[in-house]
């Protein structure tokens, strides 16, 4: 049994480089030492070995005795809460994640696409004609909007308003990069906490979230409400329990970091490779203005999440043996699949750089060759949720609105948090814009 090998620099170095150039970084690990390699970060005693190959992600991810990467969610953890379902283990994850798929499927999703699409409708109305504007953040608001009213269900205009800020505040808060590297130095060295003033942002955010709790169960026509809160609060475990007030706070707050940034990092991606090759924009724009169905569409934002796969890294410890190549990796160790090396093989994806939506509407490529939610009993329970949402933004947007790139240069890459987000926003400029209810009339 032995490691891949890999970068020989010291730790901080690799982290600072997996920090400020995540894909160079995986890039030319590629380049030297294969599919498979291994990585020293700050903060961790233990290499994490990244793996590209879609049969060795299969063995990963189908495996339910792997477990978690301890201490590899850094500062999400004491904002998720215990009980977030993306951190509990077992038995206890596999229960939560029963109990909170119904909310995401079916017919249950497809009741929220009129708060989507009016959330979508009120941003688009806000954006100014002829002047570049990043799209990333206008995205971002449009995800908390959809969060706030279709998985939390405030309707009160006062909490409404003070929760849209005060969320707005400690995500963008949690995003930077300089509290990583904060956090991964102090857990290096021993330093003071360096997310207290994060802790306090969240405590003022549960008071809110607590009393909109206590007024759900409180509710008589809790049943006839459609949000996600009252469906968690309704909701029973095999042995008849309900979720308690502060693991409903922890599933709240969980589906908040999972769906808010992912999916508005998505769309602006998907908007800034979508504005760099007309083609497809033009024959996605006639194909929603003649309502010819989602397949296209579809086919765009699997392309765009293959291309620029927000989440980069879904790891696990191993509690078995795993082989990767002529490797032999033992329990215990830390192995995630590098999801963008992953989406940018040639042998699955001919020529991978280039943004082709076609790729997807005749055979899907292997499962485990295309995992921008991750895979397995851990794949993102809210998956199917964040394409559909993507679907009816995006048709809000290009049906309304006639879109063109503010600068040449393209779009970087840059780590928020857990993601790969654009670095400068994704500038666009809207060169002219339509109605809401004539987009309506004409879509109808």
Known sequence: MSLPPGPSAPPAVQTIRWLLGPIAFMDGCRRRYGDAFSVKFLGFQTPMVMISDPESIRSLYRSRENGLPPGRTVA??????????????????????????????????????????????????????????????????????????????????????????????MLANMASPRLQLRVLLARRVGRTDPIENLRRQTRA???????????????????????????????????????????????????????????????????????????????????????????????????????????PIAGRRLGSEL????????????????IWLTHTRADVYPEPLDFRPERFLGEAPETYAWIPFGGGVRRCLGAAFAEFEMRVVLREVLGRCELRGARSAPERIARRNITFSPRGGTPVIVTARRAAREHAATAA
Do not use: C
């Not at 497809?110 to 570049?132: G, M, Q």
């Not at 808010?260 to 602006?268: G, N, R, W």
């Not at 082989?323 to 590098?338: K, M, S």
């Open 323 to 338: 082989r990767v190549g002529p490797y032999l990796l033992e329990p215990g160790t830390d192995v995630t699949p590098a």
């Open 76 to 169: 999400l953890e004491p904002v998720m809460g215990p009980r977030s379902v993306l951190l509990l283990e077992g038995t206890d994850h596999l229960s939560r994640r029963k109990l909170m798929l119904p909310a995401f499927h079916g017919e249950r999703m497809r009741r929220y696409e009129s708060v989507i699409a009016a959330a979508a409708s009120s941003e688009i109305d806000s954006w100014p004609l002829h002047s570049p504007f990043p799209i990333h953040p206008r995205m971002q608001a449009v995800t908390l909007e959809v969060i706030l009213r279709a998985v939390f269900g405030v309707t009160d205009p006062g909490r409404l308003e003070r929760l849209r800020a005060m969320l707005a505040l």
């Open 205 to 311: 955010v549960d008071d809110l979230l607590h009393a909109e709790i206590a007024e759900r169960r409180a509710d008589p026509r809790l049943d006839e409400r459609d949000d996600i809160l009252s469906m968690l609060v309704a909701a029973r475990f095999e042995d008849g329990e309900p979720m308690d007030d502060g693991e409903l706070r922890d599933q709240l707050i969980t589906l908040l970091l999972a769906g808010h940034e992912t999916t508005a990092t998505a769309l602006a991606w998907t908007l800034d490779l979508l504005l760099r090759n007309p083609g497809p924009m033009a024959r996605l724009r006639a194909e929603i203005g003649d309502g010819d169905g989602d397949e296209y569409l579809r086919a765009v934002i699997a392309e765009g999440l293959r291309l620029r796969p927000v989440v």
